[in-house]
Structures are given as structure tokens and as C-alpha cells.
């Protein structure tokens, strides 16, 4: 396969309910979140890894357009056909199948931004620690009741915005405009969808602004069936 060049996606994600993508937690401080989120281990800010972005996005892709996936998978795993538009774009892990070669989309983790950063270091930026109740019917005593166990959330707050990259890396023969749509069909299921934990209970629900297709602004209707890339690839 023959390499052509870089395109690049970015933007910003801002969340427009708390964000939670969990961390491992061996201890719990007394007062601390018994569920915190991921967080660099140097400054403490909290980013969303790219593995996040990308496993959600694709496992979207999956769900809800099928037509880019290929034959369905009774035990509804990662598609692993290696030939259609999933597989090409971020990977197939069996090597029994085809291969369209390497995954043609690099997620960046998504820092953030400026302005948020400053706020953080700051001390004027902090993360939010949500209290939950599970409340689980009991019989005591052969009376029937309800025991709450409380649990502590940690979030990034609503309101905080990510800056993202997704890079597209375009070989020969590849269609452009399909790796547009793809993309834009991804991005708008994530937002209807949520990022991270808890989604079905309020959590995660992003936005994604100041788009940027090879630093030209762009939307997510734009991406999608854009016809000036399928006039391109057309062309080649």
C-alpha cells in the first residue's frame, strides 16, 4: 500500500453534563470520591484518552450504521472482518481475515483547554463529587424494605471543554469522503449517545464545537456525505 499524506479532524468537546471515565482506586481517602476519574499522573488534570473516544465511537459506528460494518457477530464483539469500512478505519484484531492494512484513524487524548488548564492550576477549576444511592429491596425480619448504599462520584463538571485530534492517515486508493462521512456520522451518534460511565443515568452527554477539517472550519453535516471530498476522490 502506498501512503499519501495527513489529514487532520480537531476541535473542542464540551461537556454539557459531568463527565466520569473511571481510574482504578486501591485506597480511599477519607472524604475522597470512591469512584475518581482518570487523571494525568504528573498535574493532576483530568483528560478523556483517546482509547475512550475511539472504542466509543466505533462501538456507536457498530449500533447504529450497520451498513459500515461487516457480517453481524452473534456474540455482538468489535467487528473482525478486516474488509469493511469499521475494520479499515480503526483496525481489525484477526488475522484470519482481510486486511485493508494498517488503521487509518489516530485518536490524540484530549487535553484541556487553555482557558480551562488556567482555571485548573488556578485552583478555580474543581471536579465535582456526585452522591449516588443504590437502593436495593430486602426482606428484614419478614418485613419488606429498602437498603440505600451510598457510593461518591467524582465528574468533570459541566461546562468544561477538551481539546481533540483525530488523525486520518489516507493511503492509496482510499476514498476520502467515506472517512469524512464515517467520521460525521460518529461524531453526531456520540452526542446523542454519552461519553464515558453512567450515560443512561445523566452522565456524559458532550458537545463538539470549532470543528476543523486540515485546519479549514467544518460541522459534523459537513463531514457527512460532504460532496466537495466525493468530488475529489471522484477526480483521482
Known sequence: MKFKEFHTLSGEIRLVTGLHIGAGNDEVKIGGAQNPII????????????????????????????DLKGEDDPKNTPCGCGDCTVCRLFGSSNTKTPSNGPSRLIFRDAQLSET????????????????ENTITPKIIKGKRTVVANPRT??????GVHFNFEIVIREF???????????????LHFLEMDALGG?????YGQVQFENLQFDDKPTSIDEL?????????????
Do not use: C, W
Open 39 to 66: 487523571k494525568n499522573p504528573v498535574t493532576e488534570e483530568p483528560y478523556i484518552p483517546g482509547s475512550s473516544l475511539k472504542g466509543k465511537i466505533r462501538s456507536l459506528l457498530e449500533m447504529y450504521a450497520p
Open 116 to 131: 480551562d488548564r488556567e482555571e485548573f492550576q488556578g485552583g478555580r477549576l474543581e471536579m465535582e463529587l456526585k452522591h
Open 153 to 158: 462520584v467524582e465528574r468533570v463538571p459541566a
Open 172 to 186: 492509496e486508493d482510499d476514498k476520502l469522503a467515506d472517512t469524512r462521512d464515517a467520521l460525521g456520522k460518529g
Open 198 to 202: 453512567s450515560g443512561t443515568r445523566g
Open 224 to 236: 457527512r456525505k460532504d460532496p466537495e471530498a466525493k468530488a475529489v476522490d471522484e477526480e483521482r
